[in-house]
């Protein structure tokens, strides 16, 4: 049966209109807000969100400030709080539609560093976490290039494409999808740089269930950074499973169907 779809506009902490979609299963054991990656949008999620649905959840996707159908400069914050407080006003608007559900936000990428960043500042507030491939200590190097540049209002290329699956028709519809920002502002990489040192800081405050999945082969976010955050949280209920030889976006991977019922049953376990 068709899941029942809705969309509509709600307003973060200062007015920015951030779209949402809603997808409703028949008899939701819970409901899961997902959370994209940077320069992305909601709608790279539609294979997550179909799966999660036949498994009996509620989905919510949202477009954080900047990106998809949302308000913002494109591709650009003025400081990491601003996609944390968004995320809140998401969340804010679930707790309402689903008062008596039990409720889980899967994040990705940069989205991922949002949804620990939020578990950080927001102790107790959900039922877990699952955490997919979290820009959080930049093991990497790449976010630290940026941080000396001058002008926050200039943009930088986005050259992530080739990087974000093994799948070549994933890289060539993230090519050619409109929706996808080609350049992003050097002062959202320098607020990412600024938000992974504060999640440094107060990673051990994080204590909420949370399951962290990392692509061993992951060119953009080192699953060192997974590492990290799990053994630094203060989460007595944690899980981290590194897959080998996939990229990034594991719920792109051919992985893709083994990961969403991986994402059911640890989900299944805590409702």
Not at 3 to 23: A, F, H, M, R, V
Not at 43 to 62: C, H, M, P, S, W
Not at 69 to 92: P, R
Not at 184 to 204: D, H, P, Y
Request: charged letters at 30%.
């Amino acid at each position: 049966m068709k899941p029942q779809e809705s969309d509509g506009y709600i307003n973060s902490k200062d007015k920015t209109k951030l779209y949402y979609k809603k997808s409703a299963a028949d008899n939701p054991k819970a409901s899961i807000i997902i959370i994209h990656g940077v320069c992305e949008h909601l709608g790279r999620y539609d294979y997550v969100a179909e799966k999660l649905i036949q498994y009996n959840y509620n989905v919510y996707r949202f477009d954080y400030r900047g990106h998809g159908k949302s308000e913002g400069k494109k591709a650009h914050i003025d400081n990491y709080n601003q996609v944390i407080e968004d995320t809140d006003a998401i969340l804010g608007f679930v707790k309402k539609e689903e008062p008596k559900g039990k409720l889980f936000i899967y994040g990705h990428s940069f989205g991922g560093f949002i949804a620990v960043a939020y578990g950080i500042k927001n102790r107790n507030s959900i039922d877990g976490y699952i955490v997919s491939a979290p820009t959080a200590s930049d093991e990497a190097g790449i976010l630290g290039l940026f941080e000396k540049r001058k002008d926050r209002n200039e943009y930088v290329t986005n050259n992530l494409a080739k990087f974000v699956c093994s799948d070549v028709q994933v890289v060539e519809n993230y090519q050619e999808d409109e929706m996808v920002h080609k350049e992003i502002s050097v002062a959202f990489v320098q607020e990412m740089v600024r938000g992974t040192k504060w999640m440094k800081k107060n990673i051990n405050k994080f204590d909420d269930p949370i399951f962290l999945i990392h692509g061993e082969n992951d060119q953009i976010v080192s699953y060192l950074d997974s590492e990290y955050i799990y053994e630094q949280i203060a989460s007595k209920d944690k899980k981290f499973t590194l897959y080998p030889a996939m990229y990034h976006e594991l719920h792109n991977e051919p992985i893709k169907e083994h990961l969403m019922k991986e994402f059911d049953n640890w989900i299944s376990q805590r409702v």
